[in-house]
């Protein structure tokens, strides 16, 4: 998708099934260090970080017309300034356009499969 739509645009890119928000989550899951996305604290409902796709929604990502925020949980372990680098790495060229990475919380890494344990926990 170019990144010189409007926002009308964009949106009905996001609603016809554009995948841009679907890559930018798999480009950001795919960092080492990485341990999943966040939609954003519970009092930040205006401001959630998601994008909208026929029949769902992709938490985590956020595509405005002149930058990306991403809202990240990280491995507890995983060095923070590396991996934020190397989230902007990857997402930036996929989206054209100023990335803003937030670091939501920091979990164990071996803890994928089950309940996750936060710091914030």
Same mark, same amino acid.
Request: hydrophobic residues 45%; contains cysteine.
């Given at each position: 998708?170019?990144? *010189? ?12 099934? *554009? &995948? ?29 970080? =998601? ?7 992709? =938490? ?8 990306? =925020?991403?809202?990240?949980?990280? *491995? ?16 930036? &060229? ?28």
């Amino acid at each position: 998708m170019s990144s *010189d739509l409007s926002a009308g645009e964009r949106a009905d890119a996001a609603d016809s099934g *554009d &995948p841009l928000a679907e890559r930018v989550a798999a480009a950001v899951r795919a960092v080492p260090g990485v341990h999943d996305l966040h939609a954003g604290v519970a009092d930040e409902l205006a401001n959630r970080v =998601t994008s909208r796709l026929p029949g769902h929604r992709v =938490t985590g990502v956020h595509l405005a017309d002149e930058e990306c =925020t991403v809202r990240v949980v990280l *491995d507890r372990s995983a060095p923070v300034a590396a991996t934020a680098g190397a989230v902007h790495r990857a997402v930036g &060229p996929l989206v054209g356009r100023p990335v803003h990475l937030v670091v939501e919380d920091l979990a164990d890494a071996d803890v994928r499969t089950g309940t996750r344990t936060g710091a914030t926990s």
